[in-house]
């Protein structure tokens, strides 16, 4: 199943302490393993960054790393569980060359009607997971089953046909009013016994 979430960092998995790591978020662990039991895939989308620089030194190239944000990031979700398959951007992208990373769903502290936890007064709202959790785990949910009947070979609006009982391609036979009498195949009126044809 080639689904995406795209998950931000700070105010989302953990409480606003940037440049630190602040404290996990009540069930952001919880529900993201339960994303990727279900079979999504799971993206770290974050503003921290791993700024490298490439130098040569006594003949040899090397990669010094300047700063540890993401790496840090990376390591802490680790320590609790969570592998990502992938660091702001999508591994399955490669049909664009847009910085953006490409996902069916993204989960940010930022994004409008989010649902967020305030904890105190000077405290930075963050993410509430027990209403976010359910929530993508009902699109996961439908995911499923739309590539489900894609892969039959049906379509995206088999779902509306099911719910007028009607499925696609096949007609319901039609019953005949009481007083009348059936049409003919052909669509004209059946003769009697006594009628002459031309």
Known sequence: MNFAIA???DGTIVEHRYPSIGKAIPGAFKWMK???KAGAKLILYTMRSQRTLERVRNGRRETVHLDSELRDAIAFC???GIFFDGHNRNSLQGWTDSPKCYAQVYIDDAG???PLVKPGPDERPYVDWEKVGPAVMEKIKAH?????RWEKGGTEIDGLYKASNKAPG??????ASPGKRPKSK???KRR???SRGR
Do not use: H, Y
Request: aromatic share 6%.
């Open 112 to 114: 409008i009607c989010v």
């Open 186 to 188: 052909r669509g004209g």
């Open 192 to 194: 009697g016994a006594g």
């Open 34 to 36: 339960k994303f990727q």
């Open 170 to 175: 096949k007609k319901r036979p039609r019953k």
């Open 7 to 9: 998950v931000d960092f």
């Open 144 to 148: 499923k089953e739309r590539t489900r």
């Open 78 to 80: 680790r320590c609790n």
